[in-house]
Each structure stands twice: as C-alpha cells, then as structure tokens.
C-alpha cells in the first residue's frame, strides 16, 4: 500500500529559528517520485521540490533543505531561520506509477506558524 | 506564467442542489484531477483524467462525476449536494510524465 505520514499535526515556532518538517513514505515501488508543496492562507499549493526514488543526494535551496534517506523511507524538510511568510500548511506527497500518470498520495500536512 | 483557474472561489448550496465546479488551464497538459481537502484528512483524489473524454476514479469517487470535453478544461459534477460534501476542491493539473501538479486557489463548498 502507498501511504505518506506527517506525523506532526502542527508547530509554532519563533522567527529565526530553524524547523524540521518530518515526511515517512511507505510504497513496494522501486521508482516513485517524493514531493514537498506548501499552502500558505490563500489556499494555493505551491511545488516546493521533487525528488525521484534514485536520487538521495540532499538539496538545498535558500533557506530550505531536504533529506531523503531510502533506508529510513523519509524525506524531511528543514527551514532554517524561518520566517514569518513561511506559515503555512506544508504537504508531503508520493507519486503513483514513478510520477507517470501524476496523481500524488498526500499526507495530512502539517501546519508551521512562525511568531514574531 | 502557468494557471490553474477555478471559476468559484465560495460557493454557498443547498442539500440536494446540482453543483458544477470548473476548472481550466492554459498549460496544454494532459492530466487533470479534482481533490478536497479537509480538516485532519489532507488531499483526497476524486477524479482524473488524462484525456479528452477520458477519466478515472480517484480514492473517494462516490457522490461525484466528472466531465473532460476539451482539454483544458475539467469539471466536478455534484448531481445531488449533501451536507458531507461540503469541502475545499481544488483542482490540479501537470504534463504527462512530470510529475509535479499545478493547482487552483480552490473552491470552497457549502451545502446547507
């Protein structure tokens, strides 16, 4: 069965601190595709990243970064010095197919608010 | 710049109402789908399609249908509202073998 868990419902933190966002995968597929979108309160889902099931090099992008380990089934997503533009629902997601027909398994999100 | 366009932000009907939700993009993609969102569940598929005339049932099918006559435009039909529909749908669309979905603002639906 395909799943992905964000075990984190929702974290506060204070602006300039760095945040962890944790994603666990679970598919019997050898290529599938791993994914981070954010919803800030306008209600849109914006593509973070995309990484495929052979690629476990870590990437870093301005203050964002993500971790994929295959051992572990996880790909976490870590904000350093957060800001508070970066509140916002953040989703993990899986590719069914290798990422082929497109449509994504999500988890449940997990809500940051960054404080002043 | 790529859009994804819903044509009701909010939408307020009554239980039993036939709802139409459109959706169009300008992205010439193939692929097009319909979620909701709600509270503690996250994402759930609906319907996609990825072509004309074309369409299969996501995870929670039932309660709705979904109409693709031309390719840039994907609709969600509620032939009956009922109170548990009443949900964000967003749409979403991406090019064969991207991957990565380009979503709507969303609409949000009450069904009273």
């Known amino acids: 069965a395909q799943k992905v868990t964000q075990a984190q419902t929702e974290i506060s933190v204070v602006e300039k601190e760095d945040v962890t966002l944790d994603c666990v995968y679970e598919?019997?597929?050898?290529?599938?595709?791993l994914f981070w979108y954010k919803q800030p309160p306008s209600g849109e889902l914006v593509f973070l990243i995309r990484r495929n099931s052979f690629d476990e090099q870590n990437e870093i992008s301005g203050r964002y970064s993500w971790n994929f380990q295959k051992s572990t089934s996880s790909f976490n997503f870590t904000i350093t010095a957060s800001q508070v533009v970066d509140s916002a629902v953040y989703f993990c997601?899986?590719?069914?197919?290798?990422?082929?027909?497109?449509?994504?398994?999500f988890g449940k999100g997990t809500k940051l608010s960054v404080k002043p | 710049d790529v859009k994804v366009t819903q044509s009701s932000r909010y939408l307020v009907k009554r239980t039993g109402e036939k709802v139409f939700l459109e959706c169009v993009q300008d992205?010439?993609?193939?692929?097009m789908f319909w979620y909701r969102q709600d509270p503690g569940l996250g994402l759930r598929l609906i319907y996609f399609?990825?072509?004309?005339?074309?369409?299969e049932k996501g995870d929670i099918p039932e309660g709705y249908s979904v109409s693709r006559e031309k390719k840039e435009r994907f609709s969600l039909i509620l032939e009956s509202a009922s109170t548990n529909q009443t949900s964000m749908y967003l749409c979403?669309?991406?090019?064969?073998?991207?991957?990565?979905?380009?979503f709507g603002e969303g609409s949000r639906l009450t069904v009273l």
């Open positions: 992205m010439d993609h193939e692929n």
């Open positions: 997601a899986l590719s069914l197919r290798g990422g082929s027909q497109g449509n994504l398994i």
């Open positions: 598919t019997r597929d050898t290529t599938y595709y």
């Open positions: 399609s990825y072509d004309v005339k074309m369409k």
């Open positions: 979403a669309s991406t090019q064969l073998g991207a991957g990565e979905l380009f």
